[in-house]
């Protein structure tokens, strides 16, 4: 079977990388299209060398992208069709948009992507994470000079925003974590593709080391959950400041990567005057994201304090009630902070 897994990395990961290169050296959307499906069953296989619940999520990623797929190829004959009635044609282009989003694991189907990254290993969802949403991205950028689509990718930017923070809080699972964290990025890399290729490509490259840098390292020391940090996985220093690094970095604490990109991202929706309320939903959830990384972050340095000292992890439980006092704390000044 490990022969197998890797055999099915050798083949298919090339391919991966070529339907990639494919669909963004294109110049017509048919080509895009066709790269697009060879990404997707150049993936495919790769989910099989999970050995949990490898059944369901083969289904649940195979269903979801060809119907996905199916609309968008649906819909581009359609526009062929009537391209002179702007409503149908409207109509289509909004299907399209829809529809990519959806195979990115936005809102306002999303449900599947969280599914599928508790399902999957390590390595499928730092792919799934970064790599299978270049394609996207790059197809999205096409129909950003109309209106009907920047307004409806900036609203799904807000949804993706809230929910992702909504039900990011009390989850124990970092893989589960990852991809509501990966949904609230996801909006704020939207938003910049409305506005600034460049700086989606900036925020798109950095959040990607970063992810690489957090699932590499969980990956080593084989974490699966948060309470695994806590007990008996984190009693080596470098792997303790290292994963509160990266952990910091994500959360977009200053002076770190993350937090100058999102800044930058805030003064690019300042040039282009967009509504304050949007900006202000953007900073809140952006916030709340903070408080979920930084209650990992924080857990991973005082417990490695605590083992030094006493030899022994998780005899207090009721530091987890001071750990969450402190961060609340810090998250109403950091409020506070940007609301001046």
Same mark, same amino acid.
């Given at each position: 079977?490990?022969?197998?897994n &890797?055999?099915?990395?050798?083949?298919?990961?090339? $391919?991966?990388?070529?339907s990639t290169?494919?669909?963004?050296?294109?110049n017509?959307?048919?080509?895009?299209?066709?790269g $697009?499906?060879?990404?997707?069953?150049s993936?495919i296989?790769?989910?099989?060398?999970n050995?949990?619940?490898?059944?369901?999520?083969?289904?649940? =990623?195979?269903?979801?992208?060809?119907? #996905?797929?199916?609309? /968008?190829?649906?819909?581009?004959?359609?526009?062929l069709n009537?391209?002179?009635?702007?409503?149908?044609?409207?109509?289509?282009?909004?299907? @399209?948009n829809?529809?990519?989003?959806?195979?990115?694991?936005?809102? !306002?189907?999303?449900?599947?992507y969280? &599914?599928?990254?508790?399902?999957?290993?390590?390595?499928? #969802?730092?792919?799934?994470?970064?790599?299978?949403? /270049?394609i !996207?991205?790059?197809?999205?950028?096409?129909? %950003?000079e109309?209106?009907?689509i920047f =307004?409806?990718?900036?609203?799904?930017s807000?949804?993706?925003?809230?929910?992702?923070?909504?039900?990011?809080?009390?989850?124990?699972?970092?893989?589960?974590?990852?991809a509501?964290?990966?949904?609230?990025?996801?909006?704020?890399?939207?938003?910049?593709?409305?506005?600034?290729?460049?700086?989606?490509?900036?925020?798109?490259?950095?959040?990607?080391?970063?992810?690489?840098?957090?699932i590499?390292? $969980?990956? =080593?020391?084989?974490?699966?959950?948060?309470?695994?940090?806590?007990?008996? &996985?984190?009693?080596?220093?470098?792997?303790?400041?290292?994963?509160?690094l @990266?952990?910091?970095?994500?959360?977009?604490? !200053? !002076?770190?990567?993350?937090?100058?990109?999102?800044?930058?991202?805030?003064?690019? +929706? /300042?040039?282009?005057?967009?509504?304050?309320?949007?900006?202000? @939903?953007?900073?809140?959830?952006?916030?709340?994201?903070?408080?979920? =990384?930084?209650?990992?972050?924080?857990?991973?340095?005082? +417990?490695?304090?605590?083992?030094? %000292?006493?030899?022994?992890?998780?005899?207090?439980?009721? +530091?987890?009630?001071?750990?969450?006092?402190?961060?609340s704390?810090?998250? @109403?000044? +950091?409020?506070?902070?940007?609301?001046?």
């Amino acid at each position: 079977m490990i022969n197998m897994n &890797k055999l099915n990395m050798m083949i298919f990961l090339p $391919m991966l990388i070529l339907s990639t290169m494919i669909s963004l050296s294109s110049n017509n959307w048919m080509n895009s299209w066709i790269g $697009m499906e060879i990404n997707l069953m150049s993936f495919i296989p790769m989910m099989l060398t999970n050995k949990i619940n490898k059944n369901e999520s083969f289904m649940n =990623y195979f269903i979801i992208q060809s119907i #996905c797929s199916s609309m /968008i190829l649906f819909s581009s004959l359609l526009i062929l069709n009537y391209l002179y009635t702007n409503m149908l044609f409207y109509m289509n282009i909004n299907i @399209i948009n829809l529809s990519i989003l959806t195979k990115m694991g936005s809102a !306002p189907i999303f449900m599947w992507y969280i &599914k599928l990254m508790k399902n999957l290993s390590w390595n499928n #969802c730092l792919i799934l994470s970064t790599w299978q949403k /270049i394609i !996207p991205f790059f197809l999205i950028n096409n129909f %950003k000079e109309f209106k009907l689509i920047f =307004y409806t990718n900036m609203f799904i930017s807000l949804i993706n925003s809230v929910i992702s923070v909504m039900n990011n809080l009390n989850l124990l699972s970092i893989r589960s974590i990852i991809a509501f964290s990966s949904l609230n990025h996801l909006s704020w890399m939207i938003m910049n593709i409305m506005l600034s290729s460049k700086l989606w490509i900036l925020y798109f490259f950095n959040y990607s080391i970063m992810l690489f840098s957090l699932i590499h390292t $969980m990956n =080593y020391l084989n974490i699966f959950y948060i309470n695994q940090i806590i007990i008996n &996985k984190l009693e080596n220093k470098f792997f303790s400041i290292l994963i509160t690094l @990266i952990m910091m970095s994500l959360a977009g604490m !200053p !002076p770190l990567t993350v937090f100058m990109i999102k800044w930058l991202s805030f003064k690019m +929706f /300042i040039s282009f005057k967009l509504n304050l309320l949007i900006m202000w @939903i953007m900073s809140m959830s952006s916030t709340l994201a903070m408080f979920i =990384y930084m209650r990992m972050a924080m857990s991973t340095l005082t +417990f490695y304090n605590s083992i030094q %000292k006493n030899n022994f992890i998780m005899k207090n439980i009721n +530091f987890n009630k001071m750990n969450k006092l402190m961060l609340s704390m810090f998250m @109403i000044m +950091f409020m506070n902070l940007m609301l001046i």
